[in-house]
């Protein structure tokens, strides 16, 4: 982790500074990111479209389609906990270190109740749901994402513990590149959620 | 104009090689965050994929020597062993390859210091060593027999527990190839001096930047499609199963959508690297410079739109047309570079130093390769020489005759940088004829049996092609060894080599404006980059080399 406590270098003309350098390279960085790997969940949902035209009608004749009710209500709690992240950086930007710490603390919970949900979903699916395409792409993209909240709630958690104690000034960029991997996974949700629960 | 401040003065030429040392060889077998020394490692690990890569094609020439299977035991020996010959030649040879050089010198023309992260760089290397030990494990625990492009039903049903290993392993080098590409469109877009405005970018960062969007938009898809291709193989999902309610064609699109790009990626820094070579050693600023680069973006993003031209054998008729406008749409971008290139030698002073020769090589076949593409977006012929020689010998015009005629390119004109020494031109002329006639003579040949119908990716072919299969078996040997003409010139001129001066090729982009090698930090202070990336034959260009030379030394092997 890079520690963003030592004194910016005085610009020279014309170029930034090292530090100032450094931020928008991880800017930048960050957003190429993330335009790049959210193609990997376009990808997913390509599959799931193309696997559609194999049968005349979706969900598959004889299967019940998925409830959203606990989806969407999850779905909530998650772009809840994306909000919550961000009023934390922007608790932390201004000081107010208890701020951060309790929106975060929030924003994990409903992250951790998110995820729980979609473990729900992903062993209840029905036997007859499964025999087709409409049960396995569904716990393919829900499992895909699954895989990358658990990575980066494992961040926030990593993030959130050091900024608690106080370890990073108010520039830094690892409370800010946490929060925007998690609103990845907030906007990749969304993508899989629309998909998965209201196109028919 | 240069204020090129290095305390080195005009002294003698031993002063100027002491002033740098050459980084250690231990150093390139350890992890480091110099970009220098990872471009070095990346250039060296492929170059060894490449030697092995091409002992299995001297493999498969002697199989294919006479009709009969004799070599090989069995039809599925044979499968798997073109399979990782092309996975070697792609994955793990020309993707990493162009790293290499990118990684090497698209810092050094920036003028910047390191590239933008300067960890995950060497990550992404050392990610590639692992990869390439599980991809060959595979290949010798039970080999994947699918080729490289690994369709379903014969990757899923038929190829051994090495196809399973095959896609975790290309998976890694995927990973690394975006972790790459991100740091090269950061370096790219924020490292520059604040005077080099991105229409005084060298073509090569121009050709880097479009691939690396290239890489990082296309590569997810390939992650995809191996997440699918695993979970059928190790988890009992159906995804590429009709009986499962799956579909064989889901494979063919999301992996074309990810490998058709891919060629682009492969290509496209070789595009770069004939540019700079070609405007350097004929001493004229590149023809068209604004068009060439928009033309790399214009390549990149026409790409995506073209992979269904892989599948017009399976795909709905009716996309078909479609997808063979845009194929031929993108010749168009291409085109543009090829005349760019003749006009910028046009009326050149051209040295004929073995980069420029090998540039000129790729000039002459990837215009073959070329135009043999648009033959086969013509939809007629393609469906006339599908799965034959003909497409065999096109992409190997593309991927050989381009490529790694470039790579040779850039070889022999960046080694003065990365080593300090000039290689041996005479070596250097021997080795570019016996590759340009060992190449041509391998794969000319092989348009005229695919357009006669033999099929590629068989052991076993009709006598009457017996002729034809012994001539290019034999030009292919011939081709082989040529590897070790350049193999020699690299290690003898290494270490005896004439020293080469901060700027041998009297260049102006700025990886020359330093000396040769680059200390750690690349300049000694910030470099002062020349209006014109490749404004030769004027006035302010003689006075900024002069400039250059008083800097570091005047010192001038090549003359």
């Not at chain 2, 003065?9 to 090689?17: F, I, R």
């Not at chain 2, 070697?88 to 993707?95: G, H, S």
């Not at chain 2, 078909?320 to 971008?333: C, D, K, L, N, Q």
Request: include cysteine.
């Amino acid at each position: 982790m890079t520690s963003y406590a030592e004194p910016r270098e005085k610009p020279k003309l014309g170029r930034p500074s090292e530090a100032d350098l450094r931020l928008k390279n991880n800017r930048l960085g960050m957003t190429i990111f993330q335009l790049s790997w959210i193609m990997a969940f376009v990808a997913m949902i390509i599959v799931n479209w193309q696997l559609r035209f194999s049968y005349s009608e979706w969900p598959p004749a004889g299967v019940a389609p998925f409830d959203p009710l606990l989806p969407s209500s999850a779905t909530l709690a998650l772009l809840l906990s994306a909000f919550l992240v961000r009023r934390g950086v922007e608790a932390q930007r201004s000081g107010h270190l208890i701020g951060f710490t309790m929106c975060w603390r929030g924003a994990m919970a409903l992250g951790v109740a998110f995820m729980a949900v979609i473990i729900y979903e992903f062993v209840n699916v029905s036997a007859a749901a499964m025999a087709t395409q409409y049960g396995i792409t569904m716990r393919l993209m829900t499992g895909f994402h699954f895989v990358h909240a658990l990575a980066i709630v494992a961040v926030l958690l990593h993030v959130y513990r050091k900024g608690s104690r106080g370890h990073y000034s108010s520039d830094s960029w690892a409370l800010e590149g946490a929060a925007k991997l998690w609103y990845f996974v907030t906007l990749a949700w969304m993508l899989f959620y629309v998909v998965l629960y209201w196109i028919r | 104009m240069a204020t090129i401040a290095v305390p080195l003065g005009a002294e003698a030429e031993e002063q100027v090689a002491d002033a740098v040392k050459r980084p250690a060889l231990s150093e390139y077998l350890r992890w480091s965050v110099d970009h220098k020394i990872i471009g070095v490692q990346y250039g060296i690990a492929s170059f060894i994929f490449f030697i092995v890569g091409g002992a299995m094609a001297m493999l498969i020439r002697l199989e294919l020597w006479s009709p009969d299977l004799d070599l090989m035991v069995s039809g599925a020996a044979y499968n798997s062993l073109f399979t990782i010959h092309g996975t070697i030649m792609i994955f793990l040879f020309i993707i990493p390859m162009w790293a290499a050089f990118g990684n090497f010198v698209v810092p050094l023309q920036l003028g910047a210091k390191d590239m933008a992260f300067p960890w995950l760089n060497a990550f992404a290397f050392w990610l590639i060593p692992p990869a390439a030990i599980v991809v060959l494990l595979g290949y010798f625990v039970s080999p994947a027999e699918a080729g490289w492009t690994s369709y379903p039903p014969l990757s899923t049903l038929f190829s051994g527990d090495g196809q399973t290993l095959w896609a975790l392993g290309a998976h890694l080098l995927g990973i690394s190839s975006i972790m790459g590409s991100i740091n090269f469109i950061v370096t790219i877009f924020n490292m520059r001096p604040p005077e080099m405005t991105v229409w005084r970018m060298p073509l090569l960062c121009w050709a880097v930047l479009a691939t690396s969007i290239i890489a990082v938009m296309a590569t997810p898809f390939l992650a995809g499609a191996l997440t699918l291709l695993l979970l059928d193989r190790v988890a009992g999902t159906t995804f590429f199963d009709a009986a499962g309610g799956g579909d064989v064609l889901l494979w063919q699109n999301i992996f074309w959508f990810y490998s058709h790009p891919a060629v682009y990626i492969m290509v496209l820094p070789g595009m770069g690297v004939l540019s700079e070579v070609l405007a350097i050693h004929s001493r004229k600023p590149v023809f068209g410079y604004r068009m060439v680069g928009l033309s790399s973006m214009g390549i990149a993003f026409v790409g995506f739109t073209v992979w269904a031209h892989h599948m017009f054998t399976s795909l709905q008729p009716e996309l078909r047309i479609p997808f063979m406008i845009t194929t031929m749409i993108i010749a168009v971008p291409t085109g543009i570079k090829m005349f760019s290139w003749l006009g910028t030698i046009w009326g050149g002073k051209i040295r004929f130093t073995s980069a420029m020769l090998f540039a000129l090589g790729f000039l002459s076949l990837f215009v073959i390769g070329g135009i043999t593409g648009v033959m086969l977006a013509a939809l007629p012929f393609d469906i006339h020489v599908h799965d034959t020689y003909f497409v065999v010998s096109h992409f190997h015009f593309v991927l050989f005759g381009g490529s790694v005629f470039a790579i040779y390119a850039a070889l022999y004109h960046w080694f003065p940088k990365i080593t300090g020494r000039m290689m041996n031109e005479r070596l250097g002329v021997i080795h570019f004829v016996f590759t340009y006639l060992g190449f041509l003579f391998t794969f000319f040949p092989m348009h005229i049996v695919g357009m006669l119908g033999m099929p590629r990716r068989v052991a076993v072919y009709d006598a009457r092609f017996t002729d034809w299969n012994q001539f290019i078996s034999f030009s292919a040997f011939v081709l082989g060894f040529s590897t070790f003409i350049v193999i020699y010139n690299i290690i003898r001129s290494y270490y005896r080599g004439p020293i080469a001066g901060a700027n041998p090729w009297r260049a102006l982009t700025l990886e020359w404006q330093t000396t040769s090698p680059p200390p750690p930090t690349n300049f000694v202070d910030d470099p002062i980059p020349f209006e014109e990336p490749y404004g030769y034959g004027t006035a302010a260009s003689a006075a900024y080399l002069e400039a250059v030379d008083e800097a570091f030394g005047r010192d001038d092997p090549s003359q």
